[in-house]
């Protein structure tokens, strides 16, 4: 059975240190993810999600172990941020959230070293999966609300329950990465009668994905 892992607790905080605020050795790892101001069918479809505008972007820099979130007004600091880490890991980032965020870039954002785990565990199995579907049978875990519901509160002006929402996905895509790369597989469903589930072999690793 799957470890149930709660969504918004991270491990307890170590004992505090003579320092201010102690960063980890290592690489630089940035898991990502975005919310839009717009749906597809705001802008005439997924192949314009160029103009879907930035509502809010999260980042959680494995360094400092802390999650950085960005309005729309601080998306070339948000930029900036990807830029200088050593991999950028998410979950259909190439495919969408690169395209909304490129507008705002200087920089070819396609340039930053970055892991998709969309773009592995499709070329693995010849189809796609969602986050929540390989989160929920992987980890236990399972996001509490979708990308319809983050529109409506952008247009409610709710900013703060969008933040939270983009930070749930942000563990997520960080919590599987991190189950894949340490066990090197994840699960998924089967689309059989009996829903049976599967490992999915995955060798995904930090030390071989930095260039």
Known sequence: MSEQF???ADPPPEPEKEEAQVENE???????DLETQKGADEVGGWNNSHLMKLAVGVVWDSVDEQYHSYLEKDAAQLVEK???AD????FNVIGFDYAVLQP???IDLMEINTFDMLVHVHKKLGFRLGLNHLAQHTLGAEKNADGLISLQWYKEGKMDKIIEYCIQ???ITRDLYLFGEKHQYINYQGKDR??????LEVDWNTQNLLK
């Open 26 to 32: 290592g690489p630089r790892v940035a898991y990502f």
């Open 169 to 171: 996905d942000v563990k």
């Open 104 to 106: 705002y870039a200087s």
């Open 6 to 8: 709660d969504l918004f």
């Open 194 to 199: 009996a829903k049976t589930i599967h490992k």
């Open 87 to 90: 991999l950028v890991v998410g």
């Open 82 to 84: 990807l830029r200088l």
